[in-house]
């Protein structure tokens, strides 16, 4: 909650409260109520009584408690997809990276990120929000990999030259008359390191799980596409379906937050895949038909809107992380 607070002040935004953080949790646990947090009295170790807060984590409690949370989602939500972007970049890695230090040394570039950053804001465009009026995304995600450089979580150098090397750059640029190196070029040069410490995973890990619900009900959507292959679905029909898959992943394990359970996440994707223009709708009689495009019905274009989403659904292993 400390943490929390002080990321939301350095931002410049208001939490709405002052005083003392115990009096706040007591005060919004009483608002929640018993259905959904509880407070148990634990012993520790040695005997010392603690109070635990435990939230009710099932079908339909955890979908209220996510509607609460959700009002601070918007405030994160680039910095998340910042990380859901590094750690899908993490588990397409072919080599082993390198550990310098506490540091793990990744084997792709800043334009890469930022483009891997890209294609994630494209997939949650119906979702968020990501810039203020004026500002272009790619000026806002380098704020976000700035913000982290500074929290140290990421950290990249400047490529070095010889001396040789210095004066071959300057002569070019006087003699074309501007620099050679445009900044893309620059970033293509900058060595990425990953902090793995325990701290810093914590944290690239909270920025990760606040997106992870909804990149899973995405890509449950996308693998969905695939019951639409040579037929056609009522909006109805294949939310329902849609609802079962995702109980179904629940239950075996490869899906973890039943606030994925969402109807509005499957709608919002619906959007996307028609922005895409792999899905088309036909209205009749206020009933709405689902069908894929020509090009799309059949199972490999599929996979491939499905391969597209599922990329963001990773879990690999930081190195050095305990």
Not at 93 to 106: C, F, R, T
Not at 303 to 319: A, E, G, S, Y
């Amino acid at each position: 909650m400390e943490k929390l607070k002080n990321d939301l002040f350095c931002a410049g935004r208001d939490v709405g409260f002052m005083g003392d953080i115990v009096d706040v949790i007591n005060h919004a646990c009483d608002l929640l109520g018993p259905g959904l947090v509880r407070r148990e009295r634990v012993l520790k170790e040695g005997g010392e009584p603690v109070v635990m807060i435990r939230p009710f984590t099932m079908v339909p409690n955890v979908i209220e408690l996510s509607y609460y949370s959700n009002a601070l989602l918007s405030h994160f939500a680039l910095d998340s997809v910042v990380v859901t972007a590094l750690y899908s970049l993490l588990s397409v890695e072919k080599n082993s990276p390198d550990i310098a230090g506490s540091y793990q040394v990744l084997g792709f570039t800043m334009g890469q990120i930022r483009q891997c950053v890209l294609d994630l804001c494209e997939i949650l465009q119906f979702e968020f929000i990501f810039t203020k009026p004026c500002q272009q995304l790619e000026n806002a995600i380098d704020d976000a990999l700035t913000q982290f450089k500074h929290k140290e979580i990421l950290k990249y150098d400047e490529p070095t030259y010889s001396e040789e090397q210095n004066w071959s750059r300057n002569f070019a640029k006087n003699f074309d008359g501007e620099s050679s190196d445009s900044g893309e070029d620059t970033h293509s040069r900058q060595t990425v390191m990953l902090d793995t410490r325990e701290e810093a995973v914590q944290s690239l890990e909270f920025y990760r799980n606040m997106l992870r619900p909804l990149i899973d009900a995405y890509a449950i959507s996308a693998l969905g596409l695939h019951r639409l292959v040579g037929r056609h679905l009522t909006e109805q029909d294949y939310m329902q379906e849609l609802l079962l898959e995702m109980k179904t992943q629940l239950k075996m394990g490869f899906a973890q937050y039943e606030e994925s359970l969402s109807v509005d996440a499957f709608k919002n994707s619906l959007k996307l895949f028609e922005r895409w223009e792999v899905l088309e709708c036909f209205s009749h009689d206020r009933i709405k038909l689902l069908y894929l495009r020509d090009e799309f019905d059949n199972e490999r274009s599929i996979q491939t809107v499905f391969d597209k989403v599922k990329r963001f659904k990773c879990d690999p292993v930081l190195c050095g992380a305990s």
